[in-house]
């Protein structure tokens, strides 16, 4: 018994060490970054004390998409490399709750509706 306890305690100090890192985490995901697909460019930059992102460039200017649309709101730290916040999506003009993770120079976000039913997740890759 005794001995779960010092493993928990063990995982919480991780954490919290995690914890310190969060700031400059953030930092790392201020920037432009480009959808593996190549068809847009995301802008992220501090609002506040949350990030927020903007089409910075798309390919296909033609769509329901539009250079300068806010489409990532109110992303707040959520853990290790993790952000939570809200995600709008041009194409079909719905609000989704939002996460975002990077991981090294991809940034994976995500977009759930229904109570995280039903997900689609976005690549995107470091311009600079």
């Known amino acids: 018994m005794h001995h779960g306890t010092g493993s928990k305690l063990a995982a919480f100090a991780t954490l919290g060490l995690l914890a310190g890192v969060t700031t400059a985490a953030a ?76 991981s090294g120079s991809t940034l994976t976000t995500a977009g759930c509706v229904m109570g995280g039913l039903i997900c689609r997740s976005v690549k995107w890759n470091r311009m600079n």
């Open 27 to 102: 930092q790392d995901v201020v920037g432009t970054w480009e959808r593996d697909t190549g068809a847009s460019r995301v802008r992220f930059t501090k609002c506040g004390e949350a990030l927020c992102g903007s089409l910075s460039w798309l390919k296909e200017t033609n769509g329901p998409a539009k250079v300068g649309q806010r489409i990532f709101y109110d992303m707040k730290p959520n853990g290790a490399n993790k952000w939570s916040g809200s995600a709008f999506n041009p194409e079909d003009g719905k609000t989704y709750s939002g996460t975002m993770t990077l």
